[in-house]
């Protein structure tokens, strides 16, 4: 099954013809299921949520609902919206989404992704791998595609302009958060991890793969716990019944 958001950015604020300058910035957020949305600590209210007035500079973005929640840092840039969407799940690897935004510094489409190296098509054109700098994009509305082995597919679109670099930062779900049938990419079979010595004495298991993240729990060094998938420099294991992260740097995989 494909998980499609088809997301519209619009370009430039009302009676704005160029980036910069002293404008406000705009900020759109969706998702799914409807959730609360808050700015640097604050609570602006629940999606869909947008608003025009906001000063143009760095804001930690939270969005959330019960046992879900997604944080990231977000740069708002003067006289442009940038537009969020989630789909939320209460195991973080079952989260998907982009978030699209403005920058002046550049030309085309820049795609990211988490994880990395997934397959982009633009227009039904297979395009690269992210991370990915597409620099000769026609003007107008695109279509955008990712593909990796053990995720689900994400399907989005675009409004691109010769005027300034469109940045779309893409969360892929995983096949076996989402109960789909898993690859050995997606799930580990059988392998495990040992919590290494830390001056503490244990480590802390969070919610998310993010120091900010909510702490559920700590695990013993010495402890060997069930690994259930690799994120970068995070690993994802099941412990005391928990699905949670542990920082690769305090634990070693184990054949």
Known sequence: MLAICYLLLTIILSGCTILGGNKPAALQVTATPEASVFLDGKHLGKTPFFTDQLDAKEYTLKISVSEASYTEKIVLTPGALTAVNRELSANF???SGETLSLNNQGKGVFISSYPDKAQVAIDGKITGETPLIVEN?????????????????????????NKYQLTANVTLASEFAKGKTGSSESQPQGKSVEILRTPLGFVRLRQEPSLESLEIGTIETGKQVELLQEVQSWYSIKFDGKIGWISTQYAKKLL
């Open 93 to 95: 690897l079952g989260q």
């Open 137 to 161: 994009v026609k003007e107008g509305d695109h279509q955008i595609t990712l593909n990796k082995t053990g995720y689900i597919q994400r399907e989005f679109t675009i409004k691109s302009s």
